[in-house]
């Protein structure tokens, strides 16, 4: 079994019931995305968001990071379907505005996704392998995530409106 090393914030979304771009809302004075990079860069991984464009706007603080394919449709799963390799990856969307170093260390202990968020957990590569096409067909995170390891950690939060 090869270690987790690896971790993607996933930042490639419109944000439409936001209404402005999530991974760019700043919190304790970093945007999001940055602040969930730190969080997974202190459980160990080494961080890299996942966008769907270059953002100026996180260039400063020195995170790699991973540009989607051009896709005439938006999914999440497209971006877990960009990270390549064999290896199993820890991925979480730049949302999860209460994940903790402590919930990541223990879904990448058990190899698992959050029982809360499928969207945030250990992907395996043949998950993330099958995701395009589920993304492409429009299918559910869930429903592709069934089956598969989830430990409930607690909720890692997610942030869809404002208020």
Known sequence: MTLVSRGFVLAGGLSRRFGSDKALVAEAGVPAAVARARVLAAAGLVPVIVAR????ELQPFGVPELLEPPASTRHPLLGIAAIGGDDDVFVCPCDAVL??????RALVAGRALSADSPLCGVWTAELRRRAHAWAVAGRAVR???EGQPALDVGTVGNR???G
Do not use: C, I, Y
């Open 143 to 145: 429903a592709l995530t």
């Open 99 to 104: 994940l903790t170093e402590g919930q990541v």
């Open 53 to 56: 464009a270059a953002r100026e």
């Open 160 to 162: 869809n409106s404002r």
